[in-house]
C-alpha cells in the first residue's frame, strides 16, 4: 500500500515562494505519474502540475495554464518524493494541495492520494 505524506504549507504573503514536498512510502514509484491538485473552499479540485513517467529517466512535466511559469515541479526518485515550488504566489493560489501518484499496468489503474497540506497567501 502507498502512502502519500505532504508538507510546506503554510501562509505567506502575496508575492511570496513555498515549497511543497510529497514523500512516498511502501512502493518505490519511479514509474509512476506524479502530480499536484488543489482544492479552494467551495470549488472542485483540480490539477496543478504532474510529472510524468516517459520510460527509462524520461519525465514529461505538465502544468495548469494559471500556474506556468510560476510554479515548478520536480521529482527525487532516490527519495521517492516529489516536490512544488511554487513563486509569484497570489492569492487565489490559496487552497489545500495535495499529492497524488498513479500508475497503470496490465489493465490496472492504481491511483493514491496524500491528506493535503493547506496553503494560504494573504493579500
Known amino acids: 500500500q502507498v502512502q502519500l505524506a505532504e508538507s510546506g504549507g503554510g501562509l505567506v504573503q502575496a508575492g511570496g515562494s513555498l515549497r511543497l514536498s510529497c514523500a512516498a512510502s511502501?512502493?518505490?514509484?519511479?514509474?509512476?505519474?506524479m502530480g499536484w491538485f488543489r482544492q479552494a473552499p467551495g470549488k472542485e479540485r483540480e490539477f496543478v502540475a504532474r510529472t510524468r513517467w516517459g520510460g527509462g529517466s524520461v519525465y514529461y512535466a505538465d502544468y495548469a495554464d494559471s500556474v506556468k511559469g510560476r510554479f515548478t515541479i520536480s521529482r527525487d526518485n532516490g527519495k521517492n518524493s516529489v516536490y512544488l515550488q511554487m513563486n509569484s504566489l497570489k492569492p487565489e493560489d490559496t487552497a489545500v494541495y495535495y499529492c497524488?501518484?498513479?500508475?497503470?499496468?496490465?489493465?490496472?489503474?492504481?491511483?493514491?492520494w496524500g491528506q493535503g497540506t493547506q496553503v494560504t497567501v494573504s493579500s
Open positions: 511502501g512502493r518505490t514509484l519511479s514509474r509512476y505519474n
Open positions: 497524488k501518484a498513479d500508475d497503470r499496468r496490465d489493465g490496472v489503474s492504481y491511483e493514491y
